[in-house]
């Protein structure tokens, strides 16, 4: 089985978007790079034909980029967006 470019690019960029959307929550710069990826899918999809996939993925892109606007560090002052952690462990309290 042999893939053609373009195949191979839409599988590169659908990688991404899946390995950096993983990890989102590292990093701001993982948001980032998650919507970069978006836009190479949606440049993918555009390039094969089913623009609908390219504007999802272009809308996806934009929605990645204003949530790395709204994680990135504090500047001048700004205050910065609160993330979601996850719950405290229990192992270690005591019962009362």
Not at 20 to 37: H, I, K, M, T
Not at 63 to 92: E, H, N
Request: glycine share 10%.
């Amino acid at each position: 089985m042999t893939m053609d470019p373009l195949t191979l690019f839409g599988l590169l960029a659908v990688s991404l978007m899946l390995v950096f959307y993983a990890l989102e929550q590292r990093s701001p710069w993982f948001v980032l790079a998650f919507a970069g990826s978006c836009v190479l899918g949606s440049a993918y999809g555009f390039l094969q034909g089913a623009w609908p996939f390219g504007l999802v993925e272009g809308v996806w892109s934009l929605i990645a980029l204003r949530r790395w606007w709204q994680i990135r560090l504090p500047l001048s002052g700004k205050k910065k967006v609160k993330r979601r952690r996850s719950k405290p462990s229990i192992r270690g309290k005591r019962k009362p």
